[in-house]
């Protein structure tokens, strides 16, 4: 029987993240079956979706001058720019085709502000604006989270910090990730987990 106080998250398998996408994670695809694998271990099943207005701050091609990878400072902190992604309906934004959606109890879309980013799935970048996930998940009784998906260092790693500074213990299970590794940022996201008691699991 699956836990009831366990609920997996799984972060932005999208086809844009996917190979051929937009903003390609390299083997984003092949973690779709595992996950679809892993569940029916788990009693609640939340998948979160990026979910970008056209011309969304946080793309490269709405500043002048400035490419994808490039640093910026926003209001709410640096921001790395992106080539443009996941916008709202497009066929980039979709769920990749073989995620096994129809097991999620609650799709959670972020990024649609179109003057701040969103990485986590509990707020966006500002670290203050609640996305409404830790609600649904305390009154559902969830007290643990392992967490999957794309891009490890980037959604994933957000996601997992803020759940364990909200207090839920947290795994992530690398197997099912895939991370884009921004000038040493995998490496940078694996510390971060370990310094936070996160379980990193194969």
């Avoid at 500002?126 to 967490?147: N, V």
Wanted: glycine fraction near 10%; charge should be negative.
């Amino acid at each position: 029987m699956p836990r009831s106080d366990h609920a997996l998250v799984v972060v932005d398998v999208q086809n844009d993240f996917c190979p051929g996408g937009a903003l390609a994670v390299a083997g984003g695809d092949q973690i779709v079956a595992g996950i679809n694998k892993l569940m029916p271990e788990f009693g609640t099943v939340v998948l979160t979706q990026d979910w970008h207005p056209a011309g969304h701050s946080s793309f490269a091609s709405t500043h002048a001058d400035k490419s994808p990878m490039d640093m910026i400072e926003m209001s709410y902190g640096p921001q790395v720019l992106w080539p443009d992604h996941c916008i709202q309906g497009s066929p980039g934004a979709a769920f990749h085709p073989d995620l096994e959606t129809d097991r999620a109890s609650l799709i959670i879309r972020k990024g649609s502000n179109p003057a701040i980013d969103s990485y986590s799935a509990f707020f966006e970048n500002d670290h203050q604006t609640p996305t409404g996930l830790e609600g649904y998940l305390r009154t559902l009784g969830i007290k643990r989270l392992t967490f999957v998906g794309l891009a490890t260092d980037f959604c994933v790693n957000f996601s997992a910090l803020d759940a364990a500074n909200l207090g839920f213990e947290v795994d992530v299970q690398l197997s099912l990730c895939r991370g884009i590794d921004l000038e040493g940022s995998l490496n940078t996201a694996l510390e971060g987990f370990a310094a936070k008691g996160i379980r990193s699991v194969d």
